[in-house]
């Protein structure tokens, strides 16, 4: 399938419309941004990089069940996906205390938090993705009190399907973000799940894997993009197997 006109130019990913009303093709670039744009860097090969780790795990979570928007991966840094309807929600899930978490409470960082923490927060550049709460989501109309509660339970359950995925291959999975979209009325995931969506740890080191590397240090480009690697490597070879 061919793209036709670039429909929307985010801070890390083009989207592309296609010849078929329905798919759209996601480019993504390498491009990398932390502080809502503020710290911003291009990193050769992270577009490719992270293509083939959300390519993974999408995969991963489709043959568990979770209705994912991915169709194709149809270049190194293209994917083809269904259309959704983007809803102006991000979906956090915690399982250990790191990043906005230990700002905003005094927690030590990488304490286990059980149950894991599932938070919401409004897609708003303008206004740093503020943290909302199910109030918001059905005063404001952003989501409905069905789809909010739908999002949470998958959420949940690719927690779990991921927590095992990532200990099998030596990563702690600290916390992560997901964006949910609609399709017939029914919630589908969209968006990535990459190291720059999510804080990866080395279950050995405890090194970070993650875009924590880029927001501490946006010029060691080497280190990143090394950390982004190891991760998609360990992933090949767990699907290889
Ligand atoms: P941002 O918008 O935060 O700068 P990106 O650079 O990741 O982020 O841009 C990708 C955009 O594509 C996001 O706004 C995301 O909501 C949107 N998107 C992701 N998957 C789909 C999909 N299947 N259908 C429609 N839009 C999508
Ligand atoms: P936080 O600790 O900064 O709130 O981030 C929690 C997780 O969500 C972390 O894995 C990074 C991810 N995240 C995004 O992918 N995009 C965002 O805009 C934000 C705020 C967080």
Known sequence: MKKTSELYR????????TEEKDFLIIHFRDDISAN???KFQNFAGKGSINNAI?????????DNGI??????KISDNELLVKKLIMLPIECVLRNRAAGSLIKRIDIKEGIVLNPPIFEIFLKNDMKNDPMINHSYCETFGWVSKKHLITMKSITYKINDILNKLFNDISIILVDFKLEFGLLNNEIVLGDEFSPDTARLWDIKNMDKLDKDLFRKNPTNSSGVIQAYELVASRLSNYFIK
């Open 54 to 62: 959300n390519h993974f795990v999408m995969t991963k979570l489709q």
């Open 67 to 72: 209705k994912c928007h991915l169709e194709n």
């Open 10 to 17: 985010g801070k890390s990913k083009t989207v592309y419309c």
């Open 36 to 38: 809502n744009g503020l």
